[in-house]
């Protein structure tokens, strides 16, 4: 790529951080690597080397054009965000760079709440933990970038939301998708807990199932899939008292994803409410 085309200089961030236009095609392009903006001048032509990373400005994210946000964010949170993105190919292979400018921008306004000591509290921090677990093992790199690049110390509310854009990075779900998915499997497990009266061990291997379940079960609903084999009639005989708090807890689930959750829904999450039930049962006895 560096071979063929040819960049010049619009805007030096610092001294690893620069906006190149492309000879080419003439669009622009933020660029990151070791040393690249020193000593640059406007107009200039750069070498991008190989181990240089090249994100298009052209992109519309969902916080809005990668040109303004650029602009509106420090080059060190763009860095901040790029390291994290490296973590996250390094663990997940390819990912959806374009990521890095919501990223980025999220980053911004975290570093500016922990400087006015306005500390935000994410209820699904526990559920992002377990869900998007391995997003979420990556996301923790940000702590010790932070506190060296900018002594600041972030928490794990900050470092759930990081990792919903991780998530976001490798699966095609927009991070409100991925919200939206930890707040229904949040919406559940209460839901469960009060019909039963017992607090869910959130590291069972059934908590986990379960966990799962109801993420594809919110997938399929945003996307109207819908399963083809009914266990509904089988389930409703076999476990009366599970099949009736699924039914209240996809239709709780549809009413606040505003999507119909399918009925077939039902017998499956029955199956797996039984065996978390199953499981406190063993437990206790």
Excluded: W
Excluded at 42 to 53: F, K, M, Q, S
Excluded at 142 to 169: F, M, N, R, V
Aim: glycine share 4%; aromatic share 6%; charged share 30%.
């Amino acid at each position: 790529m560096s071979g063929v085309i040819m960049y010049r200089v619009k805007k030096v961030l610092n001294h690893n951080t620069v906006i190149l236009i492309g000879s080419d095609d003439n669009k622009e392009y933020l660029v990151m690597g070791k040393g690249i903006g020193f000593g640059k001048k406007i107009t200039e032509y750069v070498d991008v080397r190989p181990e240089d990373t090249i994100y298009s400005l052209q992109e519309l994210t969902e916080r809005g054009d990668a040109r303004e946000i650029v602009k509106a964010v420090s080059p060190i949170c763009l860095e901040l965000a790029n390291e994290v993105l490296v973590q996250a190919e390094q663990a997940f292979g390819k990912i959806d760079r374009s990521i890095l400018f919501p990223m980025a921008d999220h980053l911004e306004y975290a570093v500016k709440r922990i400087q006015n000591q306005e500390q935000i509290s994410n209820p699904l921090t526990e559920d992002i933990q377990v869900l998007f677990y391995k997003e979420y093992k990556v996301a923790k790199c940000i702590k010790p970038l932070l506190l060296e690049k900018l002594d600041i110390e972030i928490d794990e509310h900050e470092i759930g939301y990081i990792a919903l854009h991780i998530h976001s990075a490798i699966e095609d779900e927009k991070v409100s998708q991925a919200m939206q998915v930890a707040r229904a499997v949040r919406e559940c497990i209460t839901l469960v807990e009060e019909h039963t009266g017992k607090k869910i061990d959130v590291v069972s291997l059934a908590y986990n199932r379960l966990m799962n379940h109801v993420r594809y079960m919110v997938a399929r609903a945003l996307s109207g899939e819908k399963l083809k084999l009914n266990m509904n009639d089988y389930m409703e005989v076999k476990f009366p008292s599970s099949f009736q708090m699924a039914a209240l807890i996809c239709g709780e689930i549809g009413r606040s994803l505003k999507k119909k959750v399918e009925d077939v829904e039902i017998g499956y999450l029955a199956m797996h409410l039984e065996r978390v039930a199953s499981d406190e049962l063993n437990e206790t006895e």
